[in-house]
């Protein structure tokens, strides 16, 4: 099985940072594009980042310029640096990736659990 466990969430003044991470562990191949998701209460979840296992990464408009996802390859890690936090941004935050648990098998996407990200203002 995989599993997908986040990390960093919690309690920030509006301005502030956070940094959330996702390791992913069980019966792993490879892992192709991994993201963050976010859904506040009342809306539907929605992609704050993604990253391909070759770099390229792309943001929601709402956070480009604050957000930072980053990954490490070695470590089925993902990472989410976020800065100058709004209060808008408070929400569940979800990992998510797209792994092959064989060279025979496809990729399924998997998520997390979720960490809860709540901005003051």
């Known amino acids: 099985q995989v599993q997908l466990v986040e990390s960093g969430g919690g309690l920030v003044q509006a301005g502030g940072s956070l940094r959330l991470s996702c390791a992913a562990s069980?019966?792993?191949?490879?892992?192709?594009?991994m993201g963050w998701y976010r859904q506040a209460p009342g809306k539907q979840r929605e992609l704050v980042a993604a990253i391909t296992s070759g770099g390229d990464t792309n943001y929601a408009d709402s956070v480009k310029g604050r957000f930072t996802i980053s990954r490490d390859n070695a470590k089925n890690t993902v990472y989410l640096q976020m800065n100058s936090l709004k209060p808008e941004d408070t929400a569940v935050y979800y990992c998510?990736?797209?792994?092959?648990?064989?060279?025979?098998?496809?990729?399924?996407?998997?998520w997390g659990m979720g960490t809860q990200v709540t901005v003051s203002s």
């Open positions: 998510n990736a797209a792994v092959q648990k064989s060279y025979i098998t496809s990729y399924s996407p998997y």
């Open positions: 069980g019966i792993i191949f490879s892992i192709n594009a």
